[in-house]
């Protein structure tokens, strides 16, 4: 058994953020109905990288789903929509405030056929607001968070996040919003809107960042990979690449040194407190690229972590990747069948619940994959009908 | 009415991840009963920025929580927990994997007392696997995730991410998990373990960056601020300071074009298709930041939505604070009173429910501000009991 057995969401979502986030939901056992645009589909199919012409952007946060098209423009399309929205629990939608509306299916309309949907919504600015109808994406969200001022070096500017972290946040945010509505709902037996912005998303990852401004008024520098509060805490370059270590307090410290057959650092007044330590910090980065450089990666790690020193590689992708308590241990990649791609390798879900665990088996839909099954086990639509549809573009 | 009103949870996190997920479910209306060591209390509170003595760190992580103090190693202080555990919905603690087991308050044993309860942990390497007893630390779990090895420039390296994110990262799945597993419940009466780890959570969302290696073998680099399937997306210098554009599609480059007035540039061949402009990037950038270096931030940013290019300035933390969209509209800054700091600011919450809204009046308490009222109002303790206790340190 899954944890979300019994709820059915239908997934309007396009891309990345609202993918990502009903993925979640199909990922824990929801039947998430993903409902496409006839003959196109959800932009991500176009979106590389690419597996036997299948696009892999687009198999990493649809899996687990149920794929049908509906052309919501037609009065067909429309009524079709409302239909299943009578039959399910969630509906989840990612377009730009207002599109919805303009459909004629906005939470207004939706709530009176069925009080008991949950309405997610996840936009760049939300549904409310000066902003709100302003286009939104990740990068968007990640340079009016903040997120980008307080990312990288001085001698390089603001820097964006490698993964798209607005699209993330945003996701996981919506996820949380859906999950509490359901929760809600036990009680009341009412739907109500979720409505996420990737924007609010992106400032509240920011908050004891943003507490410095604040409360001390001080406006949080660019300062590479050293934290402002403690001492190494930073990466390093080792013989044959980089590592981080974590020296968080005097304890750690004092082994530190230790490791490095420098004890008599240990209680050098320039060093001997972590507000010194963060004073000194250059000198100090100097004194343990000494010692690191003379290592391997593996060494160092490997020396630290025996002394108790947190310690770790700054991996690249395919490290990642091949890391065995990560891939293995953790089952943070798996593969699946694909009926087009063959066999994808996908990266799994950190949620490891213990009575009801995440099943990850579905490969995302092929576009209309279960358009026919849906129409017919869900409204009743028989063969006749559903060709007909077909022939009108409805489907 | 709030989504989680009527679950009782027992917070014995500290510092961020666990904190930090926590406060979601308060904030979403649960009662969460915060447990620290007495005299001390989490690490957090000794943690900066503080006003008037008191934490904004912890301040901004805690709020709508209640705080008792309780010796977890005393035999009174364990008997004390387990009683609190049954009459409660959720555990929920971030100590390195073994710590629970050793006190012998881990799930196996509180499930005994309590079938019912849901255990949620957050740890660095999760609860399982090779590295489970390895430290960690939001930088370890940005260096091994990959996050950091597509973050940043090839002249500076791999960077870190300013916020915490593996410890947000981790506190956002925590929560999921913890949802959905009341969600189970609902049907099953069980609770579970939940184990997040934050080199999970953190490799969970480099999904669409791990596809390009995953399918074509190929390890994303470190680009700066540009993204590699499309462009001008990327950051550009104005006269008074930086912007992200976004021109996505075809669309929009032609909107673009019209706008900085070099309508030649939209059928040039070296920048028709997206492919082309992504491959004369570098010629582009100095044809886009031509125009933007001669108006301001503000100008540059308004001339591009007009015409609907996607653009927003890149914000630091005062500017995000002022803006009145993200500040008033969506609420994403408000005021407490706190009984020691005074009046302070805080983050909001994104998650914006239309039937069961978050609640945000609390502040986070003082160190065991409500141990009284809760062994008192839950577990029947009289005031000489509790004198008793607190003379033999156990509260």
């Known amino acids: 058994m899954n944890a979300l057995n019994g709820i059915r969401v239908l997934d309007l979502t396009r891309v990345l953020a609202g993918p990502f986030s009903a993925q979640i939901l199909s990922d824990l056992g929801a039947e998430v109905i993903k409902i496409e645009q006839p003959g196109k589909g959800d932009d991500a199919r176009q979106m590389g990288p690419f597996q036997q012409g299948e696009s892999m952007y687009y198999m990493a946060n649809n899996r687990n789903k149920k794929g049908i ?18 039959e399910s629990d969630i509906v989840i939608e990612n377009y730009r405030p207002g599109t919805m509306e303009k459909l004629e299916l906005g939470y207004d309309v939706l709530k009176i056929v069925n009080p008991a949907i949950i309405y997610g919504s996840v936009s760049g600015f939300g549904h409310t607001g000066r902003y709100s109808k302003r286009p939104g994406y990740d990068i968007i969200a990640q340079a009016m968070s903040g997120i980008m001022s307080t990312t990288g070096w001085p001698q390089t500017g603001p820097t964006r996040t490698g993964t798209p972290l607005g699209d993330v946040l945003g996701g996981l945010w919506c996820a949380i919003g859906i999950l509490a509505a359901i929760q809600a709902r036990e009680k009341t037996g009412r739907g109500q809107k979720v409505d996420i912005a990737l924007i609010d998303a992106a400032v509240a990852t920011m908050a004891n960042i943003t507490m410095i401004y604040l409360t001390e008024g001080r406006l949080p520098q660019l300062i590479g990979n050293r934290y402002e509060s403690t001492y190494p805490y930073d990466s390093f370059t080792c013989s044959d ?11 750690l410290w004092a082994k ?9 650092l240990i209680d050098t007044e320039r060093f001997r407190n972590v507000p010194d330590r963060v004073t000194n910090y250059a000198e100090l980065k100097d ?14 790690v490997q020396l630290l972590l025996q002394a108790g020193v947190p310690a770790a590689p700054i ?8 890391d065995p308590h990560i891939a293995q241990d953790r089952e943070m990649f798996f593969t ?12 799994g879900s950190p949620l490891k619940l213990s009575d009801t665990p995440v099943t990850l088996d579905q490969p995302a839909p092929t576009l209309g994959q279960h358009t026919e099954e849906i129409l017919h086990h869900l409204l009743g639509f028989n063969a006749e009908e559903i060709m007909k549809l077909k022939k009108q573009n409805v489907i």
């Open 315 to 322: 991996y690249t992708i395919d490290q990642v990747v091949d």
């Open 287 to 300: 004194i343990v690229e000494e010692w690191t450089s003379k290592h391997t990666r593996e060494e160092t």
């Open 69 to 86: 098209t509906l052309n919501l423009k037609s009065k067909e399309g429309k009524k079709i929509f409302l239909d299943l929205v009578k």
């Open 256 to 264: 530190f040194c230790q490791v490095i057959c420098r004890d008599e």
């Open 336 to 347: 699946q069948r694909h009926p087009k791609a063959g066999t994808i390798t996908l990266t």
């Open 241 to 251: 690449g980089q590592c981080v270590i974590g020296v968080a307090n005097n304890k």
